[in-house]
């Protein structure tokens, strides 16, 4: 057997142009060969039907004919990223560009029979029946699992997608570029995680791959470049790389609910718990989910928009909260399952009816578990963060026992957050007389006793007094009465 490879960088091909191979020349009644099996690309055939397809195997025993080598003949293996679809709902793209220049939806996927709807903030989704771009993802709903699109093509290696206000569908080259990599040009920045759809619904994607589309959002109109690793020139000058990997860690110390529907589809939302009760509104917009899939397709979501909330917890006390999550297109029954490896410090429930009704107090979510919801109405439930038992919801000023009193009365308050407390003791006049505390206090409830007296300790003389509580913005007050 004699052959000859022939790479031909100016196509993308590989040519095998057979001299010899001691394979007859297909005709009727033609009978399998003498000769042993002749493999021309080889590689795990297990690789061609998967996310990153592998080679063809060329072979006598190749399938169809046009596959299997013989003398003085050619074959061509041209490049070509087609889609592995899911049934329903894929958002996928062009990731390279197909020979004859043809762009078109029936010339780049001339087996799919379905819709294709691209997105444009204002203009929400749209029926395409024109030609499609590259760099540009699309909605295609797919009628079962299978690889659809196989348009010969040449491989591109960078694209530049002009991107727009808010949300736009992007897709990359042929080969798989890391977000962290993506370029931003122009008076615009990334303000949300890149966001690829699959079975499980939206997820926060770390790799844009071939033929796929991914969801990102921006501040304004500029331009995202994305190139194939170690390409020279693949970086513009004094552009700003994707700035979402400095949140990307926060999924993982989040904990998960994951929500299952009879139809096996599924959505997984994430619960962090923050050290700094002021939070990080930057960082939380970046989790921001995109619109949600056209058709009424399965969603599950934070009411606020986002895949994941922050529980602002101050020296591991959070205040009360209800979180509330809407469930779109779900098959009933729906399971919810929780990893809650990273409590807040409060205890947190499930509420099916999105709120604490009457003899319904929702189910504990400690640990691990699971819980099965039959139907939702409303198609609302709710995340319940409840505060430990013993800590105060609010600052609070109480009523001083006994009043009237002589010589002495007790002052109780709570606080809410550890920081600065200060109560001070004010004549009908204005002017201060006591103060009574003045330091930083943890969160709890308290009391303090006023003897009557002022700074320097002269006994003060009987009337109306004024008692103040000042912690940070909060301020309360109240009239107390000494009578000699």
Known sequence: TTFRVVLNRCTGTVEFEYDRTGIRDYTPGWKSPVTTVLVGMQADSNGISGRIPGYEILSRDGYPLETRPFGGQCIRMVPTVGFVAEDKWNLASVSSAPLDGDYSVAALFPEYAGSIWRYRTGEGFIRLNDSLTPGTGFWLKSFGDGRIGRSPSTFLFCVEVPVMDKWNIVAGPSCIVPTASVVVSGATTVTSLFFGYGSGGYYAASHLYPGEGYWVKMSGAGTLTMCCEDLPGATPAGAAPHPATVVSGVIERANRITFRDAAGRSQTLYLAVAGDARGNPAEAEMFELPPPPPGGVFDVRFVSGRMLERIDAVEGVPPARTIPIAVHGATYPLVVDWDVSHPPGGAIRLLPGGDETAGSPGQPMV?????????????????????????????????????????????????????????QIFDVLGRSVRTLVDEFREPGRYSVEWDGRDDPGIPAPSGVYLVRLTAGSFTASGKILLMK
């Not at 640990?367 to 995340?383: D, F, M, N, R």
């Not at 013993?390 to 920081?419: D, H, K, M, Q």
């Open 367 to 423: 640990g691990t578990g699971s819980a099965v919801i039959e139907a939702l109405p409303s198609g609302l439930l709710a995340i319940r963060i409840d505060q430990p038992s013993g800590v105060p919801s609010e600052y609070a000023l109480g009523r001083n026992f006994p009043n009237p009193f002589n010589p002495a009365t007790i002052l109780p308050f709570t606080v809410e957050r550890p920081g600065r407390v200060v109560i």
